[in-house]
T-cell receptor, first 112, second 111 residues
Framework: AQSVTQLGSHVSVSEGALVLLRCNYSSSVPPYLFWYVQYPNQGLQLLLKYTSAATLVKGINGFEAEFKKSETSFHLTKPSAHMSDAAEYFCAGSGGYNKLIFGAGTRLAVHP | GAGVSQSPRYKVAKRGQDVALRCDPISGHTALYWYRQSLGQGLEFLIYFQGNSAPDKSGLPSDRFSAERTGGSVSTLTIQRTQQEDSAVYLC?????????FGPGTRLTVL
């Protein structure tokens, strides 16, 4: 069965520092992969998606992610954190009927 | 343009009550999904609609949960005889081109 694992339920960085949120997937066939962000009391907003067109995917708000088949990883990065990046981030893979299979989420805190 | 809307945004129910949660998808999106977000279980898939049909109901946790979609548009998720463990945020998403657009969710609290 396909699964998505996010390492680290909480990540804390300083403003201006590199953001790295880790995601590994388990699948016999590279799926579609997604990163979503959730701000308090809001729904999920798509940051970026991998659909096999390119291994390095650029998303909104300066985020990007690299698909590495050899490592079954799809880590999310941003070179310089901003206070407004504080939120919860979810990695997801697509299952049957394109339903999303989510990781447990990583809460990102950004401190001055 | 209009996104996915859900109503009510907040719902408090007494244990044993029935509740109905509504989702209005983006116009023209034929695919619609329901998910549940709870502290203990994270984000879980509940049900998938293509048009008015639900080819995948595998995520519905019990027969107290049901959903329908009419006119290929509005969907209603119904929970009968609510239990405390049903307390969660219920998210709806409509989809086009392999991208899902989420509504703000309905926060259900069962007392």
């Amino acid at each position: 069965a396909q699964s998505v694992t996010q390492l680290g339920s909480h990540v804390s960085v300083s403003e201006g520092a590199l953001v790295l949120l880790r995601c590994n997937y388990s699948s016999s066939v590279p799926p579609y992969l997604f990163w979503y962000v959730q701000y308090p009391n809001q729904g999920l907003q798509l940051l970026l998606k991998y659909t096999s067109a390119a291994t390095l995917v650029k998303g909104i708000n300066g985020f990007e992610a690299e698909f590495k088949k050899s490592e079954t990883s799809f880590h999310l990065t941003k070179p310089s954190a901003h206070m407004s990046d504080a939120a919860e981030y979810f990695c997801a893979g697509s299952g049957g009927y394109n339903k999303l299979i989510f990781g447990a989420g990583t809460r990102l805190a950004v401190h001055p | 343009g209009a996104g996915v809307s859900q109503s009510p945004r907040y719902k408090v129910a007494k244990r044993g009550q029935d509740v109905a949660l509504r989702c209005d998808p983006i116009s023209g999106h034929t695919a619609l999904y329901w998910y549940r977000q709870s502290l203990g279980q994270g984000l879980e898939f509940l049900i998938y609609f293509q048009g008015n049909s639900a080819p995948d109901k595998s995520g519905l946790p019990s027969d107290r949960f049901s959903a329908e979609r009419t006119g290929g548009s509005v969907s209603t998720l119904t929970i009968q005889r609510t239990q405390q463990e049903d307390s969660a945020v219920y998210l709806c998403a409509s989809s086009a081109y392999n991208e899902q657009f989420f509504g703000p969710g309905t926060r259900l609290t069962v007392l």
